[in-house]
């Protein structure tokens, strides 16, 4: 099996200009970030539903439309919850419990401790 790199940075400005590549464009990316992952995901933090809403610009009634499966929210709404929750190190793949990253923001407390510190350059 063979699988192309995609710059997204390159995407996101080809874009900008109104030119698709690829024959996709970056809208066509899947996210990782589900339903199903939104509840699971505050209670690894212990975040309310109102502190997701602080840290994502997400409302809170469109959350708790999502939790409770009242409504789908757009793409960029499912986005912008994706990467409040991605900054403190969640990872998120579908068909999965949300996992804590090992190498994100949170994974390590303090990386002096880790046995593998002296590589960082």
């Known amino acids: 099996m063979s699988g192309k790199i995609i710059d997204l940075e390159q995407i996101r400005a080809l874009k900008a200009l109104g030119i698709e590549w690829g024959g996709f464009s970056i809208n066509d990316l899947p996210v990782s970030f589900s339903t199903e992952h939104c509840a699971k ?6 975040w309310s539903v109102e502190a997701l809403a602080f840290r ?12 409770d499966n009242r409504r789908p929210l ?12 991605e900054a403190e ?13 090992q190498n994100c923001r949170g994974g390590t407390l303090d990386p002096r401790t880790r046995d593998d510190f002296h590589l960082i350059d």
């Open 56 to 67: 994502s610009g997400v409302s809170v009634r469109a959350i708790r439309d999502l939790e």
């Open 89 to 101: 190190g969640l990872v998120f793949l579908p068909g999965m419990e949300p996992m804590r990253g």
């Open 41 to 46: 995901a505050r209670a690894i933090l212990n």
């Open 74 to 85: 757009r793409k960029v709404t499912m986005q912008a919850l994706s990467f409040a929750l």
